[in-house]
């Protein structure tokens, strides 16, 4: 929980009484690229990290609207500077963003703080370190529904203090959110290739992945008269987009979700994140492609556990776990447009180089579409970063590196600097000659791809990525280890950020010079272990 010890604010009157016309900002900080942006970098951000803006930000923009207020919502993906996306004389400013792109959301607070603003943050971050956040924001929220965002805009509070409130039970449908949809994912007003619109058919997770910041979450399925108006909305009205489901776990209660989407007749593309064990019939998987469905993600998670992923209670040999594995995405792939199989490799369970070798037969086969490969990232308010806290693991790594590439805990089962050799041959499988080969070439030449080439472009565009972004980073992170500090560092003998780290530091905080000083960036206030947190499965 964040720091009671705060000072509490004091409630002052509203420069402008509630009731007339205040000013509003929402802003979902989703990319920061970095200062000094390649044609790649802004291709991505475009194609990619465009799309990937939030429903809460869109819904709390809503129900300022509905109270009266003048809203202003934009996205960053750093496609410009930053801080001439909103207007200068705001009185409130929502603002959301990951862990990793915390640093943008606190200078952007600090900026707004001297014109007077009230600056409120919500989303992951304020969920996972609310203590750190509540340095640079005058209000941190966790759960919020309508009236605690009423009661900000009413009381203007200051002081870092934390609020939070029940979840909401309804939220704006998409037609209400449609202006921002279209702001925020749309390319010129209009739906290309790579927009969607995001819906939700569910909150929560019933799922206890130890690594994961929903573990503890309450799973709940929305209304399905309000699931249906949104699908009837968006195939009467924008027959051409794409729908993103953006729920935790897509259809825990397949009958119940399929049935609306069956009921509406969709028309419309959609793709969305699934566990393996909701997926354990073909009748099922029939079922999603004949509702629509063209894209499926599933997450492997680990080999290791792969018999969970499964919803088995006999662990597998490594071995097995592959070849299930590759089964399962084979049969996927040969009916969706597009899979995606999530990896992360690290975790508590993963050990020895057998592991390694079963990766690379298993992204080399071509079974799965995107291999999207992560490096653990210690979310707080999970068993796992609970778990690194008590073995003394979390290395003091700035939040700012909390992404791809950068290992901020120490592997219970490798030394840095072997591990990031196992990642590096992870990466160059998945981009080797005979993974592409495997998974683009058409069956006639001994191939997988089952759908028109142009339909695989989303699938040769993260390759590229993980050969021209991600695995060089990591080489570089490797070399590195060559320096004295960066060996002591993620031994645990030194708490001192390495000199390889701190100058990105330096570089990327840069743009925030007046605002957030790079210590206070560089020694991020973490969480706390949990002493007794909350186990079980939860499907209300």
Same mark, same amino acid.
């Given at each position: 929980?964040?720091?009671?010890?705060?000072?509490?604010?004091?409630?002052?009157?509203?420069?402008?009484?509630?009731?007339?016309?205040?000013?509003?900002?929402?802003?979902?900080?989703?990319?920061?690229?970095?200062?000094?942006?390649?044609?790649?970098?802004?291709?991505?951000?475009?194609?990619?990290?465009?799309?990937?803006?939030?429903?809460?930000?869109?819904?709390?923009?809503?129900?300022?609207?509905?109270?009266?207020?003048?809203?202003?919502?934009?996205?960053?993906?750093?496609?410009?500077?930053?801080?001439?996306?909103?207007?200068?004389?705001?009185?409130?400013?929502?603002?959301?963003?990951?862990?990793?792109?915390?640093?943008?959301?606190?200078?952007?607070?600090?900026?707004?703080?001297?014109?007077?603003?009230?600056?409120?943050?919500?989303?992951?971050?304020?969920?996972?370190?609310?203590?750190? !956040?509540?340095?640079?924001?005058?209000?941190?929220?966790?759960?919020?529904?309508?009236?605690?965002?009423?009661?900000?805009?009413?009381?203007?509070?200051?002081?870092?203090?934390?609020?939070?409130?029940?979840?909401?039970?309804?939220?704006?449908?998409?037609?209400?959110?449609?202006?921002?949809?279209?702001?925020?994912?749309?390319?010129?007003?209009?739906?290309?290739?790579?927009?969607?619109?995001?819906?939700?058919?569910?909150?929560?997770?019933?799922?206890?992945?130890?690594?994961?910041?929903?573990?503890?979450?309450?799973?709940?399925?929305?209304?399905?008269?309000?699931?249906?108006?949104?699908?009837?909305?968006?195939?009467?009205?924008?027959?051409? !987009?794409?729908?993103?489901?953006?729920?935790?776990?897509?259809?825990?209660?397949?009958?119940?979700?399929?049935?609306?989407?069956?009921?509406?007749?969709?028309?419309?593309?959609?793709?969305?994140?699934?566990?393996?064990?909701?997926?354990?019939?073909?009748?099922?998987?029939?079922?999603?492609?004949?509702?629509?469905?063209?894209?499926?993600?599933?997450?492997?998670?680990?080999?290791?556990?792969?018999?969970?992923?499964?919803?088995?209670?006999?662990?597998?040999?490594?071995?097995?776990?592959?070849?299930?594995?590759?089964?399962?995405?084979?049969?996927?792939?040969?009916?969706?447009?597009?899979?995606?199989?999530?990896?992360?490799?690290?975790?508590?369970?993963?050990?020895?180089?057998?592991?390694?070798?079963?990766?690379?037969?298993?992204?080399?086969?071509?079974? !799965?579409?995107?291999?999207?490969?992560?490096?653990?990232?210690?979310? !707080?308010?999970?068993?796992?970063?609970?778990?690194?806290?008590?073995?003394?693991?979390?290395?003091?790594?700035?939040?700012?590196?909390?992404?791809? #590439?950068?290992?901020?805990?120490?592997?219970?089962?490798?030394?840095?600097?072997?591990?990031?050799?196992?990642?590096?041959?992870?990466?160059? #499988?998945?981009?080797?000659?005979?993974?592409?080969?495997?998974?683009?070439?058409?069956?006639?030449?001994?191939?997988?791809?089952?759908?028109?080439?142009?339909?695989?472009?989303?699938?040769?565009?993260?390759?590229?990525?993980?050969?021209?972004?991600?695995?060089?980073?990591?080489?570089?992170?490797?070399?590195?280890?060559?320096?004295?500090?960066?060996?002591?560092?993620?031994?645990?003998?030194?708490?001192?950020?390495?000199?390889?780290?701190?100058?990105?530091?330096?570089?990327?905080?840069?743009?925030?010079?007046?605002?957030?000083?790079?210590?206070?960036?560089?020694?991020?206030?973490?969480?706390?272990?949990?002493?007794?947190?909350?186990?079980?499965?939860?499907?209300?």
């Amino acid at each position: 929980m964040p720091d009671a010890g705060l000072p509490r604010p004091t409630p002052r009157p509203s420069r402008k009484p509630f009731g007339k016309t205040l000013k509003v900002g929402v802003v979902d900080v989703i990319y920061d690229a970095g200062p000094k942006l390649s044609w790649f970098d802004h291709l991505e951000s475009q194609l990619v990290f465009k799309q990937y803006a939030a429903i809460m930000p869109q819904v709390v923009k809503v129900w300022c609207k509905q109270l009266g207020c003048d809203v202003t919502y934009k996205t960053f993906y750093s496609q410009c500077d930053l801080f001439t996306l909103m207007p200068d004389d705001l009185d409130v400013l929502f603002v959301t963003c990951c862990t990793q792109e915390s640093h943008l959301a606190y200078g952007l607070s600090r900026y707004y703080q001297k014109k007077g603003t009230v600056t409120v943050l919500g989303g992951p971050h304020a969920h996972c370190f609310p203590n750190d !956040a509540q340095r640079f924001f005058d209000v941190v929220v966790g759960p919020c529904n309508k009236d605690l965002v009423e009661q900000i805009l009413r009381d203007e509070p200051r002081g870092g203090v934390y609020l939070e409130s029940p979840p909401p039970t309804h939220f704006p449908g998409v037609e209400e959110r449609m202006e921002d949809i279209i702001e925020a994912l749309f390319y010129f007003g209009k739906p290309m290739i790579a927009s969607t619109i995001p819906i939700y058919a569910s909150v929560g997770c019933p799922y206890t992945c130890n690594f994961c910041v929903d573990y503890n979450s309450k799973y709940r399925t929305v209304d399905t008269d309000a699931l249906e108006a949104d699908l009837r909305y968006i195939n009467t009205h924008h027959p051409d !987009a794409t729908i993103g489901f953006h729920d935790a776990n897509f259809a825990v209660r397949f009958d119940e979700t399929m049935d609306v989407l069956e009921r509406v007749d969709n028309k419309n593309g959609y793709g969305m994140g699934i566990t393996m064990s909701v997926l354990n019939t073909e009748e099922r998987i029939m079922r999603l492609k004949n509702s629509g469905c063209r894209y499926v993600q599933c997450g492997i998670e680990s080999l290791s556990g792969f018999h969970g992923k499964q919803g088995r209670s006999r662990k597998l040999g490594l071995d097995q776990a592959r070849q299930g594995a590759q089964d399962f995405f084979e049969n996927l792939s040969s009916v969706f447009e597009m899979t995606q199989c999530n990896i992360i490799f690290g975790l508590e369970d993963d050990m020895g180089t057998d592991l390694v070798d079963q990766y690379v037969e298993f992204v080399e086969s071509g079974a !799965a579409g995107i291999i999207n490969m992560c490096i653990p990232t210690p979310f !707080a308010q999970t068993p796992l970063y609970d778990t690194l806290v008590r073995e003394e693991r979390l290395l003091p790594m700035p939040f700012l590196f909390y992404r791809d #590439s950068y290992l901020s805990v120490i592997p219970k089962h490798y030394d840095a600097r072997t591990y990031y050799q196992h990642m590096i041959t992870i990466l160059k #499988s998945s981009t080797s000659n005979r993974a592409i080969y495997n998974r683009l070439a058409s069956p006639r030449l001994g191939g997988k791809r089952k759908f028109p080439f142009h339909r695989c472009a989303g699938e040769l565009t993260m390759r590229l990525v993980d050969r021209f972004q991600f695995m060089p980073t990591c080489q570089r992170i490797l070399d590195a280890f060559d320096e004295p500090d960066m060996a002591a560092f993620y031994a645990g003998k030194s708490k001192r950020l390495p000199k390889f780290f701190r100058r990105e530091l330096e570089e990327r905080i840069e743009r925030l010079d007046g605002l957030v000083e790079s210590d206070e960036i560089e020694y991020p206030h973490f969480e706390s272990e949990r002493v007794s947190p909350p186990q079980g499965l939860r499907v209300v």
